[in-house]
Nanobody, 117 residues
């Protein structure tokens, strides 16, 4: 069964950094290489919003709210997509979800990121 598993969440102070990773399991490398990936986030009572996306040729799209602070990257050798989050703000607090635009759509289980002093 193909799964996408997030890791790396947790707590940080404002101005701090966290790095999220999402790793594909039971998916062959040649398929993963061609899969567009993205990170979304959702706050309690809020809608799920796109944070960043990356295509198979590594073209990226970053939401205005995190532009200049967040970076998305894809490591095909590890079958993973990463979200580097710098200069975190309290408004970045949310559950972050990994998404794979493949065979319909696959979502990770979600991982909590909390930014507070």
């Amino acid at each position: 069964q193909v799964r996408f598993v997030e890791s790396g969440g947790g707590s940080a102070q404002p101005g701090g950094s966290l790095r999220l990773s999402c790793r594909a399991t039971n998916l062959i490398l040649s398929v993963f290489t061609g899969v567009p990936m993205a990170w979304y986030r959702q706050t309690p009572g809020g809608q799920r919003e796109l944070v960043a996306s990356i295509t198979s040729d590594r073209t990226t799209n970053i939401a205005d709210s995190v532009k200049g602070r967040f970076t998305i990257s894809k490591d095909n050798s590890r079958k993973s997509v990463n979200l580097q989050m710098n200069n975190l703000k309290p408004e970045d607090t949310a559950v972050y979800y990994c998404n794979a635009d493949w065979n319909g759509s696959y979502w990770g289980q979600g991982i909590q990121v909390t930014v507070s002093s």
